[in-house]
C-alpha cells in the first residue's frame, strides 16, 4: 500500500471499495490512479463527487460525462498498454482518459466532437504536464483519414455496434476496446486484430455507459 494512498481516503476508498472489487489488481494500474489526480479533471461544480462510483456530467449535451473509475480502470487494465504503443480515443471528455492512456503509452490521439469539451481537456491535459497526449476536435463516428493506424483503440463510452472502420486502423496485434450494446444489458468488447483480416474478439463483462454520439444505431422498425 503506498502513502499516496494512505494519505488520501477518498482516493483509498475509491481504489479498495470500488475499483478492486472489480477485478482491477494491476498494481501499476493501482498506482497510476493515485498518481494522475481524477479530481484536477473533474468540472468545479462536481469536483465533490470526483471519487463517487457514477458518470460525472461534463456538460449540457447527451453522453457528456465522465465514464466511472471502476469503469475506468478495468479498460485500461484489460487493454495491456505498453510503453511502445499507439493510441486512438473517441470521446475525450475530461481528458482524464486520455491522461491514464498517455501514462501508460508512447503516444495518445483524442477526438472529442464537442468543441468545448476538447478545448477545455487540452487546457487541463497541458496544465497537468501531460505532453503525449494530443487533442482533436472532431467526430470520431466519422471514417479516419487514410494514413495512421494504431495499437490501441477505445472508444470511451457505449456503441449499438463495433464500428468496423475501426477496426482497419488497427495494427497487427492492436486491440480495440468499446462497450457494445443496449441498456438495461451491454458488454465490454475486446477485439485483437491477429492477422490481415483476421479479428479475435472477447466479450468478458457487463457494464454500462453513456452513447458516443453519431454511430449507428440498429432500426428500431418491427415488421
Not at 491514464?100 to 477545455?120: F, M, Q, S
Not at 470520431?140 to 486502423?169: C, E, H, M, W, Y
Request: charged share 25%.
Amino acid at each position: 500500500m503506498t502513502a499516496s494512498l494512505v494519505t488520501d481516503p477518498l482516493r483509498f476508498n475509491m481504489i479498495e471499495q470500488q475499483i478492486r472489487p472489480w477485478n482491477v489488481l494491476d498494481l501499476e494500474i493501482l498506482e497510476l490512479l493515485t498518481v494522475v489526480r481524477r479530481e484536477d479533471y473533474v468540472p468545479e461544480a462536481h469536483r465533490s463527487m470526483a471519487f463517487f462510483d457514477m458518470d460525472i456530467p461534463l456538460g449540457d449535451g447527451p453522453g457528456q460525462s465522465m465514464l466511472s473509475p471502476k469503469l475506468e480502470a478495468r479498460l485500461l487494465q484489460d487493454l495491456k498498454i505498453k510503453k511502445t504503443d499507439s493510441v486512438l480515443e473517441i470521446g475525450t471528455g475530461s481528458g482524464y482518459m486520455a491522461a491514464l492512456l498517455g501514462a501508460r503509452a508512447a503516444r495518445v490521439l483524442t477526438l472529442e466532437i464537442d468543441p468545448k469539451l476538447a478545448a477545455t481537456a487540452a487546457q487541463t491535459l497541458q496544465r497537468n504536464g501531460v505532453a503525449n497526449v494530443e487533442v482533436r476536435e472532431a467526430d470520431g463516428s466519422k471514417p479516419l483519414p487514410s494514413g495512421p493506424t494504431f495499437d490501441v483503440i477505445l472508444l470511451s463510452g457505449s456503441v449499438a455496434r463495433i464500428p468496423q472502420n475501426l477496426l482497419g486502423s488497427l495494427n497487427i496485434g492492436g486491440r480495440l476496446a468499446a462497450i457494445v450494446g443496449d441498456e438495461p444489458v451491454m458488454r465490454a468488447h475486446f477485439v485483437t486484430r491477429t492477422a490481415e483480416g483476421k479479428w479475435d474478439t472477447q466479450e468478458p463483462w457487463d457494464t454500462i455507459a453513456p452513447r458516443l454520439l453519431n454511430f449507428p444505431e440498429p432500426s428500431r422498425f418491427n415488421f
